[in-house]
């Protein structure tokens, strides 16, 4: 079993800053892909950025050049910096984990964009 537990969601102006992090527990080995989905009210979850352990990055195209992900191994965390925030951010983050299916999913955080 992967615990994980998301913090720094929260309420921004747009054009604001924030950041999320996402610390991993339990049998962590052979995790390859954390990352984080979002989920808007009345859509669809969708994926917003992720990374191998390898260190390899893939991002939505709506948030390219504007969220950054990260991680850092010695502490099993993962980070998304999200910069240059708009009302459309506004959604449940869920920090995920891949050591095959199904993934492993945090409780969600909430970060809410005021126009």
């Known amino acids: 079993q992967v615990q994980l537990v998301e913090s720094g969601g929260g309420l921004v102006q747009a054009g604001g800053s924030l950041r999320l992090s996402c610390a991993a527990s339990?049998?962590?080995?052979?995790?390859?892909?954390m990352g984080w989905y979002r989920q808007a009210p009345g859509k669809q979850r969708e994926l917003v950025a992720r990374?191998?352990?390898?260190?390899?990055?893939n991002y939505a195209d709506s948030v390219k050049g504007r969220f950054t992900i990260s991680r850092d191994n010695a502490k099993n965390t993962v980070y998304l910096q999200m910069n240059s925030l708009k009302h459309e951010d506004t959604a449940v983050y869920y920090c995920?984990?891949?050591?095959?299916?199904?993934?492993?999913w945090g409780q969600g955080t909430q970060v809410t964009v005021s126009s």
């Open positions: 990374i191998h352990s390898s260190g390899s990055t």
């Open positions: 995920y984990a891949d050591r095959g299916l199904p993934y492993y």
């Open positions: 339990g049998s962590i080995f052979s995790i390859s892909f």
